[in-house]
Every structure is written in structure tokens, then in C-alpha cells.
């Protein structure tokens, strides 16, 4: 905020690649989001918004419009499912090639668009070792407890690339990350996107590697908590053992 005008607010933010993003459908949900209000960034931002509170464009709900201001990231990184998905309520999603939204430096969502469903697939890598051993026992999860919720979109998890990536063009380089956690992948349809379950699924799957983190943390919390209260437990049975005294043995 200046302050000759307090009103105006300039909102930035730092993310990876997303001058790539926006090409791939991320431009449309930000245009539709805040019309007219980007500007340029700060040295060290991708973008920003700058808008008044006292002159929302018309026509804007405040609350809406707030809530879509603290979800940018979301909405940026969303950008690619939002165009996968509405081309699958279209009918077009065919005609779209494969997404590759690098999010991190040894991890990717990719995103396969066909006539029926499209097929979200996440390289998932840890850099902690113990990180990756939990991580591949969560993502095995995934596959059990689908088979238990029927309504919930098919999921399969591999230690290779899946065969949907092979026409991956151009070409993406796995040598680098051959001890990857693994690949998750997601297939949705169209009753899975309908009506509110678009915003949804795209709400889901922009947080699925904060929520896969966020649990092998707590996971881990956990272990280490039965861990120290085993050895407390150890400990009070060596504190509570007496030790026995051999009595003096007599001689002749």
C-alpha cells in the first residue's frame, strides 16, 4: 500500500515456471479471476495484482474475491487442470496434448487429456531416505483404499514411468530422478469434474503434495513418539531391577 492511497493494494508472488502455467491455461482462470488488475512484479515475483478495495471491478462479490486473492497459488498452478478439465465437459479435451507442470526441481504433474477421462499423474521424490520409504507405502495406499470407495477416481501407482508419458514430447528426462518415490496417477471423467466437482478436484489435486507431506511428517512424529516412550518403558524396568548380591563364601 502507498500512503497516499491506502485503498490500493498490491498483491505478488513467487512460484516455479509460471510463465509456463499461464500458457497452458492459467492466463484464463487469472483473466477471469481479476480482470485488468495484473501489473508488473516486484524484482524476485512472477506476478501480481494490484486492485482497490474501494472500486472492486463490477459486479465482484468482496468475499469471492478475497478468497480467490489468498488462493493465488492455487489458481495459478490450477491453470493446466482447469483447461483439461472443462475441455473434458466440452468434449474437446482430445485435442489437448500432454501437460507437464514442473513444480519442483525433481518432481512434475503431467497431464494426459483423451475422449473420456484425464489421467493426472505425479512424480513424487523425497530427498530424506526415510521421507521416500514412507512416501512409497503412503502411495501404495492410495490404490488399497480406492478399491473401497467406489465413487473415488481410479488410481494406480508404479515405480516407472506410466505408459501414458510415452508420448511425452518433448521428451522428459527421468535419468535424473531414477530414485524416485514414484509415479501416482489419477483418472478422472467427466461425472468426477461435473458442477461444483470441478473447483474441487482441481482444489485436491493442486494440494496433493502438501497433503502427502504433511502426513509422512506426521507419520514420522508418531514413530518417534511410541519409539521414546518404548525406551521410557525400558528404562523404568532397568530402574526398578535390583541387581543380586552374591553373599561372601566361606573358607575352612
Not at 24 to 36: I, K
Not at 213 to 237: D, E, F, N, P
Amino acid at each position: 500500500c502507498a500512503e497516499d492511497a491506502l485503498s490500493v493494494i498490491q498483491v505478488h508472488i513467487a512460484m516455479r515456471n509460471v510463465a509456463e502455467m499461464k500458457k497452458m491455461g492459467a492466463s484464463e482462470v487469472l483473466e477471469r479471476l481479476f480482470p485488468g488488475l495484473e501489473v508488473a512484479p516486484s524484482d524476485g515475483y512472477n506476478y501480481a495484482i494490484q486492485f482497490d478495495c474501494d472500486a472492486l471491478p463490477a459486479g465482484t462479490d468482496p468475499e469471492t474475491f478475497l478468497t480467490s486473492v489468498s488462493e493465488m497459488k492455487r489458481n495459478i498452478a490450477g491453470g493446466p487442470l482447469d483447461r483439461a478439465f472443462s475441455g473434458l465437459l466440452d468434449k474437446t479435451s482430445q485435442n489437448l496434448p500432454i501437460m507437464t507442470v514442473q513444480y519442483r526441481k525433481t518432481e512434475a504433474m503431467f497431464i494426459c487429456s483423451s475422449s473420456s477421462k484425464i489421467v493426472v499423474i505425479f512424480q513424487v521424490n523425497f530427498n530424506d531416505i526415510t521421507d521416500k520409504a514412507v512416501a512409497k507405502v503412503f502411495l501404495q495406499e492410495f490404490v488399497e483404499a480406492q478399491r473401497t470407495v467406489r465413487t473415488a477416481p481410479p488410481v494406480s501407482y508404479s515405480k516407472e514411468p506410466p505408459g501414458e508419458l510415452a508420448g511425452l514430447s518433448p521428451p522428459y528426462n527421468f535419468s535424473q530422478t531414477d530414485d524416485t518415490a514414484g509415479f501416482l496417477s489419477f483418472a478422472l471423467e467427466e461425472r468426477h469434474v461435473s458442477g461444483n466437482g470441478k473447483e474441487k478436484a482441481i482444489t485436491l489435486l493442486t494440494g496433493f503434495r502438501n497433503y502427502l507431506h504433511y502426513h509422512i511428517k506426521c507419520s514420522k512424529t508418531y514413530l518417534h513418539m511410541r519409539m521414546r516412550k518404548r525406551v521410557a518403558g525400558w528404562m523404568q524396568v532397568l530402574n526398578r531391577a535390583l541387581p543380586e548380591v552374591e553373599g561372601e563364601k566361606k573358607t575352612a
